[in-house]
């Protein structure tokens, strides 16, 4: 599902993701700026007050708490800094807190611009909307969003965890409140409370945030338009534990708001409750070879034969599985998630991504599964990955030189900075080589400033003294030929 972002929203996304810190520099190689790019988006993000915790030689982390006030304060920015992107988005926040719609004199009022700069803005705003299957229409003089409830929800949603100032700071009258965020944050509490789990980031939120709008388009007077849900994956109890859950904290939100709600809703929260990866707090046994342990098989058995590494560590196995098992469901109840660093791990592990593309599609056709996005391939890539850097068997290599000392030694530890898979073996002068070899069959390359002049075995890249990039560019390339 294409996501209502912008730079800001994007490194939002990053941080949301992240439990831990994460230093400038790979915050920029994610979002595709400079380092002075991310630091001025956090200061423009703390304009108020701080939502994004910045330490010296550990980068930035979110303060989730700071963060939630933020989306339910009612405080905006002053008029005149709105720029024509940041207006148009109030707008569409505005239409998607009215469900009557919202006047157009209304919108010229409120943002002071003319008739004809409301209808340029609708028509940019149409184009955010049509990958939801949502459109802009007037009713009565009144412009209003139309298409399905749930695909409102989803894009009023995806706006509020982009946290845009103009978004989640909508000012007076908004239907979004302080209150509102509070009662949601204590019902996802409730929930890792009577499930007797931990709800980790970014599930959390994405529950607070679905009961947050629940909230706010029934108070805007939408009414719910879901069908009872497909049977979603996994253990029966389990299952049935979820939905008696979510049918109480369905009455916890009609009490809240004081009038009934429909049916369906129920069928809204239960998926996203049975959606979410829950890690009990306490030891519980390993599910019995349900769906998801076949699928990770299938998957697990599949990327051995692509990548010739064999992948089947219990650990990869239970913890690929925790994280499938919730993800059929997203399948199945059509809910959708944003992997921030897809485009980054595409950068750096072409290949394990484009095999696990396939695999993916092949185990989906096996098992009758919907198609699987591209985020959530990007997902199961970051176990696979994981996998391959733990179990990575380091390249032995020697460094020679014609004297065996000085510039080997600049080698080593500029092959040490850029190469980590390298392990150095030894450093001996170019007429050494043979011998070094002989006695250290298991060196794989070697690295040498000089013509060597006995014949070798192994591979033997020639670098500078200095090891410039084009030399780095020979070791990289004789390192993909060993695999």
Not at 157 to 176: I, N, Q, Y
Not at 248 to 263: I, M
């Amino acid at each position: 599902m294409t996501r209502v972002v912008d730079a800001q929203g994007r490194l939002l996304e990053v941080l949301l993701e992240r439990a831990s810190f994460i230093t400038g520099p790979e915050l920029a190689a994610v979002l595709g700026v400079s380092a002075k790019s991310v630091y001025r988006m956090v200061v423009d993000l703390n304009h108020d007050d701080a939502i994004i915790e910045s330490r010296r030689g550990r980068g930035y982390r979110l303060d989730r708490e700071a963060y939630l006030r933020r989306l339910s304060s009612g405080e905006g920015r002053p008029e005149g800094s709105v720029t024509p992107p940041e207006r148009r988005r109030r707008i569409l926040r505005e239409l998607l807190d009215a469900a009557r719609g919202v006047p157009g004199e209304d919108l010229e009022r409120g943002h002071f611009i003319s008739d004809s700069q409301v209808r340029a803005d609708l028509k940019e705003i149409d184009q955010l909307l049509a990958p939801y299957a949502l459109k802009v229409r007037q009713r009565s003089g009144r412009y209003v969003v139309v298409g399905r409830e749930a695909a409102i929800r989803s894009v009023l949603a995806d706006l509020l965890r982009d946290g845009a100032p103009e978004v989640t700071h909508p000012g007076p009258g908004s239907s979004l409140q302080a209150a509102d965020m509070e009662f949601a944050r204590g019902e996802v509490a409730f929930i890792t409370g009577r499930l007797g789990a931990v709800l980790p980031p970014p599930y959390d939120l994405n529950l607070a945030t679905h009961l947050y709008v629940l909230i706010a388009r029934t108070r805007a007077g939408a009414r719910s338009d879901a069908a009872p849900g497909p049977t979603p994956s996994g253990d029966a109890g389990r299952q049935r534990r979820y939905w008696e859950v979510a049918a109480e904290v369905r009455g916890h939100v009609e009490r809240h708001l004081g009038r009934p709600l429909p049916d369906g809703e129920t069928d809204h929260i239960y998926a996203y409750i049975a959606s979410s990866r829950l890690d009990p707090t306490a030891p519980v046994p390993a599910p019995a070879a349900d769906e998801a342990s076949r699928v990770v098989g299938e998957l697990v058995a599949q990327m051995s034969r692509a990548q010739g590494v064999r992948f089947g560590t219990q650990r990869l196995l239970t913890d690929l599985a925790r994280h499938v098992r919730p993800m059929l469901n997203r399948l199945r109840f059509g809910l959708y998630v944003t992997n921030p660093v897809l485009p980054q791990l595409a950068s750096s592990y072409p290949a394990l991504l484009a095999d696990l593309t396939l695999a993916t599609a092949q185990v989906g056709r096996d098992f009758g599964l919907p198609e699987v996005p591209a985020d959530e391939v990007g997902f199961m890539a970051l176990y696979f990955a994981r996998e391959l850097e733990l179990c990575a068997t380091p390249v032995s290599a020697l460094m020679a030189c014609s004297s065996g000392v000085g510039t080997s030694e600049l080698l080593r530890a500029k092959a040490a900075r850029f190469f980590p898979e390298i392990s150095v073996v030894g450093v001996v002068g170019a007429s050494q080589v043979a011998a070094a070899l002989a006695s250290e069959p298991s060196i794989d390359l070697v690295i040498t400033t000089v013509g060597i002049p006995d014949p070798v075995t192994v591979p033997v890249v020639l670098v500078d003294a200095m090891f410039s990039p084009e030399s780095q560019d020979r070791v990289r390339a004789t390192l993909r030929r060993l695999g």
